[in-house]
Nanobody
Framework: QVQLVESGGGLVQAGGSLRISCAASGRIFSANVMGWSRQAPGKQRELVATISSGGSTNYAESVKGRFTISRDNAKNTVYLQMNSLNTEDTAVYYC???????????WGQGTQVTVSS
């Protein structure tokens, strides 16, 4: 079992920055992909960014150039640095973890990010 705990969400003004973190614990496979998705009120959950244990990244078009995903494998922690935030970035951000080659997908409990105009 893997547990994910997100932190760092909060309220920020448009144009500002915020960094959220996700710490994984439990049975962690060394080859894995971690990422962030978000869900705004009344909308479906959407992928924001992913990063493999080898460092390969993938971003949604809507956040490219503004968000940066990174990870510290020694700490089993993934980060999402969010810059130039706008009100459309307001959502609950969920961390996820998936071992490479396995279908298991674990979600965190989510952290609220609210961008005010």
């Amino acid at each position: 079992q893997v547990q994910l705990v997100e932190s760092g969400g909060g309220l920020v003004q448009a144009g500002g920055s915020l960094r959220i973190s996700c710490a994984a614990s439990g049975r962690i496979f060394s080859a894995n992909v971690m990422g962030w998705s978000r869900q705004a009120p009344g909308k479906q959950r959407e992928l924001v960014a992913t990063i493999s244990s080898g460092g390969s990244t993938n971003y949604a078009e809507s956040v490219k150039g503004r968000f940066t995903i990174s990870r510290d494998n020694a700490k089993n922690t993934v980060y999402l640095q969010m810059n130039s935030l706008n009100t459309e970035d307001t959502a609950v951000y969920y961390c996820n973890y998936r071992p490479v080659g396995r279908p298991d997908l674990t979600w965190g409990q989510g952290t609220q990010v609210t961008v005010s105009s």
